[in-house]
């Protein structure tokens, strides 16, 4: 008789068929690998558990923008039964990143991720930190850069220290002295 | 009270609309290096600016690990040395840490020479990028690079624009990745050729050269570089050093890069240019002036090029290829930029003759204000129009409408294949008026759209 088994990993294209045939009373395994290039590749959900206990399930191709979760696939003690936890990230949060990430996975021209980008930042500021904090975390440069951009933006866009100060609600904790002296430190870059 | 009143003054500038609305101050509650990572994105000079803003922002701009300043942006020479000085040495008891290193310096004669000791102080253990440009400065002034700039192990980039490359005997630059050297001075042709063959990893080489530069023969020796661009500028005007005075009889280029995909000559003047392990090249652009002018060296010179897919030459390049036809064929040749004095279009069939599986053709015909001396009639028909030549562009917004017919009228009667004809049209030119007759000439390729701008 034959007896036919087939494993699949996450991104192989490859089928192992194993056929065993019982000749008289020889057992003789034949290992194939058959690459098949009809079968679409076959991807892996992620779950990701956030620091107020909901859930995310992702494909892997998202989920590998971020270089701490990547690390963390490869590492099998870091996964428990509710998939992998993420002590510093809210659900609020992963649900922003997830958008981010999905929308740079995709086929889209370098035109198009660029206004997209510029979109996707114009939100309120605790937002622009707190994705800062989580694209930090979770270490994926491409959303660390765009929102570090946009926070530079806005403080370049400001025309002096005050109009800083009030963009981001910075407490001027100098003595009129101490400001004056730091002023005079390094005029030419307030000129 | 005090902190009511302190509170009041640090809120006392606008409010830009939106962004503040928490109220709370969460950019100072992030860790130094993210704030570190946002000054990034600033220039020097915007990012010592935030120095005022608070206690917690007295000296994070001194974190960041970029200087990029030029010598302009402070009210005089003095104060941008004292500056940097005080930059580099801050805190830090060990060498400084600075991924990248930009100086734009302008200084006179009298001035203290500061990058030395700046690089020395900088080139180990992080630094990536350097970027040195004295802008126009006398030969008298240029100053000389110390040797810890070539040994630096983690520099990735390097930018050196009039300055003096003294004489140094080991170079060690194991992740140099792109080059630039303009202007400089070098030791002998020997120190440049060591510095261009050490780089194990060099991929992009741009070299501005200057006729007093102590280098005759310039050999380019390198096993990974892919793109080269070379060209010859001038010098101060003080060096009294000029380009048409000078004899460069005794010049050349010996160009020895078997992974060289992308070569540009642009006013590269050396009468004598061999390149050798050309089979990589894909793309050539000779600009400006060639200047080569023996028959010899020329049919070598572009017999070793001829394996490339991409061409641009300038008019002074066609009129040197005119003295050598018919050229070499370039078998792989699909895109071609050309620019043709109109004196010169008679030639331009038998020119293309060497380009059999021509696709695309860029034609500038330049310089229209001269008046032909006799009308051109363009007759022959090479191969590359019957069998491969689908695109033709006529750049010629400054020349005389009967040549541009002409020209448009011959492609367009012979080119089998011929799926687009765009033609530039100057203000001058009556838009419709051409179009009209454009569309009234016969053409061979049933599929060919001309297009008008």
Request: charged residues 25%.
């Amino acid at each position: 008789f034959h007896f036919l088994s087939r494993s699949q990993s996450n991104s192989l294209t490859t089928t192992r068929v194993l056929y065993k045939e019982i000749h008289n009373s020889t057992a003789h395994y034949f290992f194939r690998r058959i690459s098949s290039l009809k079968l679409t590749k076959m991807s892996k959900k992620i779950v990701l558990k956030t620091s107020d206990g909901e859930s995310f399930e992702i494909d892997d191709s998202i989920a590998l923008q971020s270089e701490t979760i990547a690390h963390l696939i490869g590492d099998d003690s870091a996964s428990t039964s509710n998939g992998f936890p993420l002590a510093n990230v809210t659900s609020n949060v992963l649900s922003t990143v997830i958008e981010y990430c999905k929308k740079h996975a995709s086929v889209a021209s370098e035109e198009e991720l660029k206004k997209w980008d510029a979109e996707f930042v114009k939100v309120d500021d605790s937002t622009i930190f707190d994705l800062i904090l989580a694209a930090n975390y979770l270490n994926i440069s491409g959303l660390l850069d765009l929102t570090c951009q946009t926070v530079a933006d806005k403080i370049a866009a400001c025309k002096d220290a005050d109009e800083i100060r009030a963009t981001f609600d910075i407490e001027n904790d100098f003595t009129p002295e101490e400001e004056e002296e730091l002023r005079r430190e390094n005029q030419w870059s307030f000129q | 009270m005090e902190e009511s009143f302190s509170k009041e003054k640090g809120k006392c500038g606008q409010r830009s609309a939106g962004f503040s609305s928490a109220g709370e101050d969460m950019i100072s509650k992030l860790p130094d290096s993210l704030i570190s990572q946002i000054l990034l994105c600033l220039s020097t000079k915007e990012s010592v600016r935030t120095s005022v803003l608070s206690n917690r922002w007295k000296s994070l701009w001194r974190l960041i690990p970029v200087l990029d300043l030029a010598s302009s942006e402070l009210p005089d020479y003095n104060a941008f040395v004292s500056f940097i000085d005080s930059f580099l040495g801050f805190g830090r008891e060990d060498k400084s840490c600075l991924h990248k290193l930009k100086l734009v310096i302008h200084k006179c004669e009298n001035d203290q020479s500061c990058v030395t000791r700046w690089i020395d102080f900088v080139a180990t253990p992080k630094l990536e990028h350097l970027h040195v440009d004295f802008g126009l400065v006398s030969r008298e002034c240029m100053e000389v690079m110390p040797l810890s700039l070539y040994v630096c192990e983690t520099l990735l980039h390097l930018t050196l624009n009039w300055v003096s490359l003294g004489w140094f005997k080991s170079v060690s630059l194991p992740r140099l990745k792109t080059m630039r050297l303009e202007s400089n001075i070098y030791a002998n042709e020997a120190s440049l050729q060591l510095l261009i063959s050490s780089c194990p990893v060099l991929e992009d080489l741009n070299i501005v050269r200057r006729p007093d530069d102590n280098v005759k023969v310039l050999r380019v020796h390198s096993q990974a570089l892919t793109s080269l661009s070379m060209r010859v500028g001038g010098g101060h005007d003080d060096d009294e050093v000029y380009i048409e005075d000078f004899d460069f009889e005794d010049f050349a280029v010996l160009i020895d890069a078997p992974r060289l995909k992308y070569l540009t000559f642009d006013y590269e003047l050396s009468p004598s240019k061999v390149i050798s392990n050309s089979g990589s090249l894909t793309k050539v652009n000779l600009l400006g002036c060639l200047c080569l002018w023996d028959d010899l060296v020329k049919r070598k010179f572009f017999t070793s090029i001829s394996g490339v897919k991409d061409m641009n030459i300038s008019y002074d390049t066609f009129e040197i290829i005119k003295t050598i036809m018919p050229l070499a064929q370039f078998c792989n040749l699909s895109c071609l930029e050309a620019a043709v004095l109109p004196d010169s279009l008679g030639s331009l069939p038998r020119f293309l003759e060497s380009f059999p599986n021509l696709k695309s053709l860029i034609l500038d015909l330049c310089d229209c204000t001269l008046t032909l001396r006799e009308e051109i009639r363009l007759s022959f028909v090479p191969q590359c129009l019957l069998s491969s030549l689908g695109f033709v562009e006529l750049k010629t917004s400054c020349c005389g409408t009967p040549t541009k017919m002409e020209v448009a009228s011959y492609f367009a009667k012979n080119a089998v294949m011929l799926k687009k004809l765009v033609l530039h049209l100057s203000m001058l030119e009556e838009k419709s008026v051409v179009l009209r007759d454009l569309l009234a000439l016969p053409r061979r390729s049933s599929t060919c759209q001309i297009i008008v701008c």
